[in-house]
Structure formats: C-alpha cells, structure tokens
C-alpha cells in the first residue's frame, strides 16, 4: 500500500513548534533530530504512540523563517484523523487555548475542523469511522478515546489535476473516490486507514506558492521495502520520464525524491527501520540523535540548536 508515510513542512520558532504538537494537540514526540543538510537546523517528528508510517508530521524548525506563500505546486491544507466522537472535544479545546479555527463544516461525507498552527500552516481535523480502532498516544488532557490518529490526507494546489493524477493512479495505486467543491479526492482504499488519500486542487492559471513558515515542504510515500521502492522508481522513469534522486539513508527510512508534474516535491519512503532503530521505544523523541556521519561534530551542533527547555 503506498499511502502517505508522512508530512515534512517549515517552522518558525522551535519552542513553539514542540508546545504546539506535542502539547495543544497531542501527538508523541517521536523523534528529535537534525536536518541531515542543514545540521545547524533541528528536524521533529510527531506522530501516533509506535511512530506509525502515515501518522507522521515532521518540521524543520527555522527560527528566522519568512512566512510562506500559498500557491500553485504547493500543499495548501493537511488532514488529520480523529474519531467520530471526538469532534466536540477537539472543537472545545481549541476555544479554550485560543487555537485559531473555524466552523465545522462537511465535505466527502465527513465533518471537518480547520485550524492554523501557530506558524499559519493550514490544517483540518476529520472525523473518520474507524478511527477510533488506530493507534493513538494519551497525554495530560486528552485521552486516548479523543486523540489524534495520523495523517488522513493532503491537498494539492495544481494548474490542472491530470498529470498528477497520473503519477497518483498509475505510480502509487490510488483511485478517484470522488469529487467536491472543486476537490478532486484520490484514495488507496478508502477505509484503509492513516495516510489514505491524497486531494487535488485544480486553480488553473494562478500564481506559483513560495516556501517558508507555515509551508509544507514535501509528501512521503510508502515504500515496503527496497524493492517496492525500486519498482517505483522505475515506473515513474519509465512511463514519465521522471528520475529520481539516488537513495538517501535518512536513518529512519530510506528515500528518494522527484518533482511531480504540479510542482509539489514527493518523497518515497521505505517503512523500515523505523524511529526505534537508535533508541528505546519507550525513550522515543527524549534525546538528541544524530547520524553517525555527524556525531564528530555533536558538539559543535548542540551548541548551534536553539535550547528547548
């Protein structure tokens, strides 16, 4: 199932970023990293108890980041799931902390919650059956019952909804469940749970987004293994013309990326080894991890990130 792996999107202030996702909205802290390029930079993960593929919003916090711009080749909004019952609360919570919000609406069938983060990044709550039976993580104030499961889906602000259309059916295996409002929805299987679909929002003729604060960076896609990766990589060369970047080990999956023909950068992710590969699950996102090319210059890095506590 090539669904959704995860979400990696820009940040402003790094302090604000952790209080937001670990603490407003609940999701586990599961990884605290570096970004691999830019090591002067951390790199977050958040995501369900285990750090499910699909569960997964990552940020690259720039403390002095210009606010992004919303346009074509960019993911204007991300879904996240919640159980059906769970509406209320959610809705409550964000009145309570000052969450900025609005009303709740429908769409494919479904209740939805939008709200910004605190950085402007467009994000929707959706009710979803079923979503009461995934993984979720409990922290003070929000139980298990109520939690956030994952990623549902992302929408993409394209000039014309074909050509990527094509990359989504004939390369990852998605199929038009349906269209609303000028939202085209594709979905792996619908039901089959976190990371599942993918929207798409034909503009026409507009103007390009620019990335920044509030941006989303890149979509990843599951890949099972190599392998799955490999064949992957291979269709979209041969029946796009569309090459890859050469794999990169990000230490918790392996990757490449190319630029789809909308203009919104994909990443293809294996599943394995996973955010326990260099710590204990029960430890997940404690510490301070850095791959083994960078731990000569540890010291020098920490004194560059910003403190946390």
């Given at each position: 199932m090539n669904a959704i792996h995860h979400v990696t999107a820009m940040s402003g202030k790094a302090t604000r970023n952790l209080d937001f996702y670990s603490r407003v909205l609940g999701m586990r802290f599961v990884k605290k990293t570096v970004n691999f390029d830019d090591p002067g930079t951390y790199h977050f993960y958040f995501g369900d108890g285990s750090g499910n593929p699909g569960s997964i919003v990552t940020f690259f916090p720039w403390e002095r980041a210009t606010q992004g711009v919303r346009g074509v080749g960019e993911i204007e909004e991300t879904w996240l799931r919640i159980p059906?019952?769970?509406?209320?609360?959610?809705?409550?919570?964000?009145?309570?902390?000052?969450?900025?919000?609005?009303?709740?609406?429908?769409?494919?069938?479904?209740?939805?919650?939008?709200?910004?983060?605190?950085?402007?990044?467009?994000?929707?709550?959706?009710?979803?059956?079923?979503?009461?039976?995934?993984?979720?993580?409990?922290?003070?104030?929000?139980?298990?019952?109520?939690?956030?499961?994952?990623?549902?889906?992302?929408?993409?602000?394209?000039?014309?909804?074909?050509?990527?259309?094509?990359?989504?059916?004939?390369?990852?295996?998605?199929?038009?469940?349906?269209?609303?409002?000028?939202?085209?929805?594709?979905?792996?299987?619908?039901?089959?749970?976190?990371?599942?679909?993918?929207?798409?929002?034909?503009?026409?003729?507009?103007?390009?987004?620019?990335?920044?604060r509030g941006s989303v960076h890149h979509v990843a896609f599951r890949a099972k293994s190599d392998a799955e990766q490999a064949e992957l990589v291979e269709k979209l060369s041969k029946q796009f013309g569309i090459q890859t970047t050469p794999q990169k080990d990000r230490d918790y999956f392996r990757s490449v990326y190319f630029r789809e023909p909308g203009g919104v950068l994909f990443e293809i992710a294996t599943d394995d080894?996973?955010?326990?590969?260099?710590?204990?699950?029960?430890?997940?996102?404690?510490?301070?991890?850095?791959?083994?090319?960078?731990?000569?210059?540890?010291?020098?890095?920490?004194?560059?990130?910003?403190?946390?506590?």
């Open positions: 059906q019952s769970a509406l209320g609360f959610w809705a409550h919570r964000f009145i309570e902390l000052g969450v900025q919000h609005e009303s709740i609406t429908e769409q494919f069938g479904r209740k939805v919650l939008r709200f910004e983060d605190p950085d402007g990044m467009k994000f929707a709550l959706v009710t979803t059956p079923g979503a009461e039976t995934e993984e979720a993580w409990e922290v003070s104030g929000i139980e298990a019952r109520n939690a956030i499961r994952g990623v549902d889906s992302v929408t993409l602000t394209v000039q014309d909804s074909g050509p990527t259309a094509s990359i989504l059916t004939d390369v990852f295996g998605f199929n038009l469940a349906g269209s609303e409002g000028g939202i085209e929805r594709y979905t792996v299987s619908e039901g089959s749970g976190v990371g599942e679909a993918v929207q798409l929002h034909p503009v026409g003729t507009a103007e390009a987004g620019r990335l920044g080894p996973g955010f326990a590969v260099d710590e204990p699950f029960e430890d997940l996102g404690t510490s301070l991890k850095l791959p083994k090319f960078l731990e000569p210059r540890r010291a020098a890095i920490e004194g560059m990130l910003p403190a946390l506590g």
